[in-house]
């Protein structure tokens, strides 16, 4: 175990399962601790449960990130019970699609949008404004997608869109406040063993045997690799990183 993160608060979105779940996990495992948000409380509850079985320390807070004081009474938990805002991973957000553009229905652009555009202009505008107030500053890490300014894929037209936002939205206001003393950069997972890089009615022995006949590296990435491409960004192992999109999708988009 390492202490990259000793005595830091971390607060991790979309907590409750996947890419949130280990992120938050791996946090921890290095000294953070962690606030999980999500709109499910007994998802988080479970997450708390791993880290402190673990030995971590971690809170559980419900939160919808398309609601503006539901994120700022988010941030402000977080610091109410640990002090500070010291790293936050933005990685809720969903995925609606699998049909072409045109027969979308207007009500899952509109999720789309909210959820993984929307949410995260509102977490980043509360996470800097508590960042900025610190004498140490902060890290962000907006969980981008390399379906956006790196790849397209038939039927995630609307879901690449809201990505790619996210990719350019995390580099603009990198600029914006990197001397605020706050850093913000994004990773952008490909294929990922959860539940939404399954086809229809795909297996997981299917998918693994379609990842070795399509991916440059046969296969698709762990959550725990993506944990720790959040982890390095949010580090000061990576301190004059600014602005930065790190792909992480098994040589998918090379």
Do not use: C
């Not at 610091?79 to 790293?87: K, T």
């Not at 555009?117 to 509102?122: A, E, I, K, R």
């Not at 980043?124 to 902060?138: D, F, N």
């Amino acid at each position: 175990m390492t202490s990259r993160f000793h005595d830091r608060t971390a607060l991790v979105t979309g907590a409750g399962s996947g890419i949130g779940l280990a992120i938050a996990s791996a946090l921890a495992a290095e000294g953070a601790q962690v606030v999980v948000a999500g709109r499910r409380r007994e998802p988080l509850e479970e997450t708390v449960r791993l880290i402190e079985e673990a030995g971590g320390k971690a809170l559980a807070v419900t939160a919808d990130v398309t609601d503006a004081a539901d994120v700022q009474a988010l941030v402000d938990a977080a610091v109410d019970r640990f002090g500070s805002l010291d790293v936050a991973v933005n990685n809720a957000g969903v995925f609606r699609g699998g049909q072409p553009l045109a027969e979308l229905p207007e009500a899952d652009w509109h999720e789309q949008l909210g959820a993984n555009v929307t949410g995260v202009f509102l977490a980043l505008q509360a996470e800097v404004r508590q960042m900025r107030t610190q004498p140490s500053g902060g890290a962000i890490v907006n969980i981008a997608s390399i379906f956006g300014v790196h790849a397209r894929h038939p039927g995630a037209a609307a879901y690449a869109a809201t990505k790619a936002a996210v990719s350019v939205l995390t580099r603009g206001a990198a600029l914006d406040h990197i001397r605020d003393g706050v850093r913000i950069n994004a990773v952008s997972p490909g294929a990922v063993e959860t539940p939404m890089s399954l086809r229809p009615g795909e297996t997981e022995t299917e998918r693994t045997e379609r990842a070795a006949d399509t991916l440059p590296l046969g296969r698709i990435s762990t959550t725990e690799e993506i944990a720790a491409a959040v982890l390095y960004l949010a580090s000061d192992d990576a301190s004059s990183v600014v602005g930065t999109d790190l792909v992480v999708d098994s040589g998918a988009a090379a």
